[in-house]
């Protein structure tokens, strides 16, 4: 993935050039949701659950991580234009380039957050794991799951900055080059992996306790949203020329816009709202509308996340700094 010059040519024989497509943006929402899931996980595990459950919670969701992790890094492998530099990359650690950070951190990722799904492993599940060495290493990991937890709630935070990090760190385009945009991916990507647990989470008070959570992610994403619009309003003109397209009526942008604020932010928000002060120990008091109410608000979410994503991807390359 490299920024690209190109010379000799004007604006109507080449207008935009899209270095980075959707494969990118592939990457970027499954490295997120990876990292949302991590800390997400990472968190009913260390809290105190009122039913006095002290076992590994949400074993589910830490058993995927890895291999969403896995898929989005196959949809980095499938931009690169040569493959081969895969090679290359990993012999070498540049200090200075987040690349090569983000690279030797999912790397260091993949097969902690690994470990960590066969230490939430319960007995029931490990004849899944069909190799005996897994299921007794799954065995010997389970009493240090709360340690692992601690250990991939960091690492879910590193790589749901990191998302946003590398992009804010080109330069060259200034929707990207934002302070805020790290900040916005991490909000986004927490609030993706809450999203992705309600979903598969099999007791009601898991599903409300993550609706909740979502709800101020939510709220806080539409904080950073409004800071980073604001920022690039009130800077240079280049900047304020980045944003434009989504505010601009006939652009095609303008339905991104409105994307990402219906279908990650409004509409989710508007369906879970009045369950925010349900109690969870009324969890299965719930109907079995509020349940679909959550889960139909985690779709959005997650439905969202990947939009933010994708407007991002394809709006930052559309400006660039003179």
Known sequence: ?????????????????????????VYLFLGGLTAGILVMSAVANLRKWPDSTTGPQCEK?????????????FFIFLDLERKANVYWFYLTLQPAASMS????GIMMIVPLSFLYALSTAPPEMRHGLR????????????????????????????????????????????????SLLPVLFLTSALSTGAAFLIIIARRTSVKLFYTKFDI??????????????????HSTANRMASIMPFFTLNHDFFLYFVAI???????????VIKLFEMREDHADELPE??????????????IGGFII??????AGQLNKFS
Do not use: C
């Open 131 to 178: 190799f005996e060495f897994l299921i007794k290493l799954s065995e010997k990991l389970r009493p240090y799951h709360r340690k692992f937890a601690m250990l991939n709630f960091g690492l879910g935070i590193f790589l749901g900055i990191y998302t946003g990090f590398l992009l804010s760190s080109m330069m060259a385009r200034p929707l990207w080059n934002s």
């Open 216 to 233: 101020w992610l939510i709220v806080a994403e539409i904080m950073v949203i409004l800071l980073f619009f604001y920022g690039q309003s």
């Open 261 to 271: 604020f219906l279908v990650s932010i409004l509409l989710p928000l508007a369906l």
């Open 101 to 104: 950070w983000g690279a030797w």
């Open 309 to 314: 994503r994708l407007a991002f991807i394809y």
């Open 61 to 73: 969701g830490a058993m995927f991580a890895p291999f969403i992790l896995a898929v989005g890094m």
């Open 1 to 25: 993935m490299t920024e690209t010059t190109i010379t000799g040519i004007n604006s109507i024989t080449y207008p935009i050039l899209h270095a980075w497509d959707w494969r990118v943006a």
């Open 289 to 302: 509308a509020a349940i679909s109410r959550m889960n139909l608000s985690a779709i959005m979410v997650l």
